[in-house]
């Protein structure tokens, strides 16, 4: 079935890059999505891919596709206090639903 | 412009009982979808309502059910409340149709059912 799977945790360092990674199973996928969600709030979307592009930079943040391995990416450049929160990965298999990962939770250290 | 706007924030209910939750979408967007959010886990897809008709169901049981009107709000409607129940109700609008898809969602409305 439709499955999409982060690590839980991730720990990285004020100003280096943090790179929170995604598998998906579903090879008819249509969009891939990044979303962020902060304490007590809901989620907020942060980017997408097209099935059909590898990549795709947005400021700070880059994401990476590589279909063959059904394999997302999200990158974040000098990653900053502000970017602690829960990242959900998402997966558009069908028009009508997106299937979200359990997330990853970005931890800065100072 | 509004965002995405759920009501009630927060809701406490007993066992057995029913309850309703209600969205209002951005202006201009046509399709609501609800997610559950039970606390550690992502959203899990219930519904979507595009032009106020069903046009996707996640594997949740018949208790589950929703409805889009005219305007393009949206209540979800849970019977006979279990204690698993108990989770964040996300309401998410779009455009909808083809294309990104790119969902805004609302607060959501914490349920608690004791």
């Known amino acids: 079935g439709e499955d999409v799977e982060q690590s839980l945790f991730l720990s990285v360092r004020e100003g280096d890059s943090s790179v929170i990674n995604c598998t998906y199973t579903d090879s008819s996928s249509t969009y891939l999505y990044w979303y962020k969600q902060e304490p007590g709030a809901g989620l907020q979307l942060l980017t997408y891919i097209f099935s059909n592009m590898d990549m795709k930079q947005d400021q700070r943040l880059t994401v990476l596709l590589n279909k063959k391995d059904k394999h997302l990416s999200l990158r974040i450049a000098d990653t900053q206090t502000g970017d602690s929160a829960i990242y959900f990965c998402?997966?558009?298999?069908?028009?009508?639903?997106?299937?979200f990962g359990k997330g990853t939770r970005l931890h800065i250290l100072p | 412009d509004a965002g995405v706007t759920q009501s009630p924030t927060h809701l406490i209910k007993t066992r057995g009982q029913h309850v309703t939750l209600r969205c209002s979408p951005i202006?201009?967007?046509?399709?609501v979808s609800w997610y559950q959010q039970v606390l550690g886990q992502g959203p899990q897809f219930i519904f979507q309502y595009y032009e106020k008709e069903e046009r996707g169901r996640g594997n949740f049981p018949d208790r589950f059910s929703a409805r889009q009107f005219p305007n393009y709000s949206s209540e979800l409607n849970v019977n006979a409340l279990l204690l698993g129940d108990s989770a964040l109700y996300l309401c998410?609008?779009?455009?909808?149709?083809?294309?990104?898809?790119?969902?805004?969602f609302g607060p959501g409305t914490r349920l608690t059912v004791t």
């Open positions: 202006s201009g967007h046509k399709s």
């Open positions: 998402a997966d558009r298999p069908q028009d009508d639903k997106i299937i």
């Open positions: 998410a609008s779009s455009l909808g149709g083809q294309g990104p898809y790119e969902q805004y």
